[in-house]
């Protein structure tokens, strides 16, 4: 077991690759037999799941809305009653395969209410969390949600572009918004399906943010996709090769 996880997790734009990548880096993590990878979908349409072929089952939030129902027709015991139930549940809502657990979350929250169960939630997750080496959250598009929903502290923030400006300026936007809404020990930049290398000239990374790598256009994970094939049974291709060395490259940015 390492000393503490490594919580990466992984946010930008819509469709620019978040899912891919993250499937990808737990592909990598899952190569070294002794470690054990907890993989966490906090995106409500659940696309993480069939990446990594996994059935996804309960969600956190299908746990939180049977504890509210219980609570508003006045079944819900005390705290410590509920905090153990819930404990339970979320540990068997994991579905397991070898040394990878995942998790997904499912919709996004009722603005405001219950914050009780949130924090219960999150705490159970972080707890969670202690019991594996690595953590890889495919994020919805955007930290805040990934900050309120799932985990306060995480030890890499990915943020992943393609070579579009609106995408380079999602990145900007989730790195300002994050300065006060999440804690990272570092943040980098993945630039996702780059068709040649020249398109990397014209690219201006944030100041904020390292460029941990580049991932090129890679036929087999679009395949994969349209196929339904998961993303830790495909050949060893370019992407993958290149998520190897992005992976190599957030690993030294430990503290
Ligand atoms: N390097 C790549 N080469 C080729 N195709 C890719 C690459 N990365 C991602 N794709 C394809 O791009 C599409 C979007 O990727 P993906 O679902 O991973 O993005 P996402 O950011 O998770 O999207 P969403 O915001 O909808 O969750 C998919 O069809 C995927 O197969
Ligand atoms: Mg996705």
């Known amino acids: 077991m390492l000393d503490k996880p490594r919580v990466i997790a992984v946010c930008g734009k819509g469709g620019v690759g978040k899912t891919s990548i ?36 309960r969600t956190v939030d299908d746990i ?4 509210i129902r219980r609570v508003e027709s006045g079944q819900a015991a005390g705290k410590a009653e ?36 949130n924090h219960i939630l999150k705490e159970i997750i972080g707890s969670m969390a202690q ?20 985990m306060e502290n995480v030890t890499h923030l990915v943020l992943v572009s393609d070579s579009s400006a609106r995408g380079l300026n999602v990145v900007k936007t989730i790195l300002t918004v994050s300065e006060n809404a999440i804690s990272y020990d570092h943040a980098g930049l993945i630039l996702n399906r780059i068709r ?6 014209s690219i201006q990374v944030p100041g904020e943010v390292n460029l941990t790598g580049w991932i090129p256009e890679d036929d087999l994970i679009r395949i994969a996709d349209t196929s339904g ?27």
């Open 64 to 67: 939180r809305n049977d504890l």
């Open 131 to 150: 019991s594996f080496d690595f953590v890889v959250i495919d994020g919805e598009a955007g930290i805040e949600q990934v900050n309120r929903r799932v």
């Open 196 to 201: 040649q290398a020249s398109e990397l000239e």
């Open 22 to 57: 993250s499937a990808m880096i737990v592909r990598e993590v899952l190569k070294q037999p002794e470690n054990k990878v907890l993989a966490v979908d906090a995106d409500p349409a659940v696309g993480l799941a069939p990446a990594l072929g996994i059935l996804a089952g």
């Open 229 to 255: 094939d998961n993303l830790l049974d495909i050949a060893e291709c370019a992407a993958t090769k290149a998520v190897h060395a992005c992976l190599n490259n957030l690993m030294e940015n430990v503290k």
């Open 82 to 117: 509920m905090l153990a139930m819930l404990d339970y549940e979320m540990f068997s809502a994991l579905e397991e395969k070898k040394n990878l657990a995942f998790l997904a979350i499912g919709r996004p929250e009722k603005e405001g209410c219950y914050c009780q169960v």
